[in-house]
């Protein structure tokens, strides 16, 4: 049943069977509502919210079940940013999360979203000075959402840069340099990032990490690499003939 239940499972029958969104909609909330009553299925009861809020496709479609359903959806968001971060990556454009900026009694929620999908730590710490009371009032731990800050924070550095020296993490993360280590280690265990650690030179290599947002400055981030990569193997191949015409010219 656990695999019948799967979120993709489900939306492909739907589509099979021709269910229209509003009944796609209503079973997707039923499903959501049935993980949360076995509580133990946090992540899955996400699936199913994020799921639901697909399938409003207009603003004007947006109504008090779809604003309660984005409200939890989003505390669900803040509280694990990580898990199903590929699922929540892009849940700003949903027209039933974006109503909740508009919502007097939501709208600091959406702020505090919107720092957790693309801000740092910085702008975390900044919210809080004004608008603190929206973790109680969410039930959202201020140390876990810190921890998790830290780490997504971390991401967008290493989206910005190839090696990045300690200092830069540390002063990212507001810790000490002698923690830099054990941050880097838990974004990498959390799949969140690919890197080496030079602890002679004290630098961080990235290989690979997740992009919390891609606009117009990370297509030009990514046009510079291009053009780096592509002036480097220019530069490897024009060695290789060079050392193939001298080897190819000896007697």
């Keep these: 049943l656990g695999d019948v239940l799967d979120a993709a499972n489900v939306k492909k029958m739907t589509e099979d069977w021709g269910v229209g969104r509003a009944g796609q909609r209503k079973l997707y909330r039923a499903i959501a509502a049935a993980f949360e ?19 409003y496709a207009e603003a004007s479609e947006v109504d008090a079940d779809a604003l309660a359903a984005a409200k939890d959806a989003a505390v669900g968001a803040i509280k694990d940013p990580v898990t199903l971060f590929a699922e929540q990556r892009g849940m700003l454009l949903l ?9 007097p009694a939501t709208k600091s929620l959406f702020a505090l979203l919107q720092i957790f999908q693309e801000g740092k730590l910085e702008d975390f710490e900044s919210f809080l000075k004004s608008n603190e009371a929206t973790l109680a009032e969410n039930g959202l731990s201020k140390d876990d959402c810190t921890r998790n800050m830290r780490l ?18 540390a002063s990212t993360l507001h810790v000490e340099d002698s923690e830099v280590e054990n941050w880097v280690i838990a974004a990498v265990s ?4 690919s890197a080496k650690m030079d602890q002679l030179q004290k630098v961080v290599m990235v290989e690979s990490c997740v992009v919390r947002k891609f606009g117009i400055e990370q297509w030009k981030a990514l046009q510079s690499r291009l053009h780096s990569w592509k002036k480097n193997v220019k530069s490897v191949l024009d060695g290789l003939e060079k050392s193939q015409a001298l080897t190819q010219g000896k007697p």
């Design 95 to 103: 027209p039933a999360v974006a109503a909740l900026g508009n919502n």
């Design 190 to 193: 959390s799949g969140l990032l």
């Design 152 to 169: 997504l924070s971390l991401c967008s550095l290493a989206a910005e840069h190839e090696e990045i020296p300690y200092s830069a993490i």
């Design 37 to 55: 009553m076995e509580g133990n299925s946090t992540a899955r009861r996400q699936k199913f919210l994020l799921s639901a809020l697909g399938t």
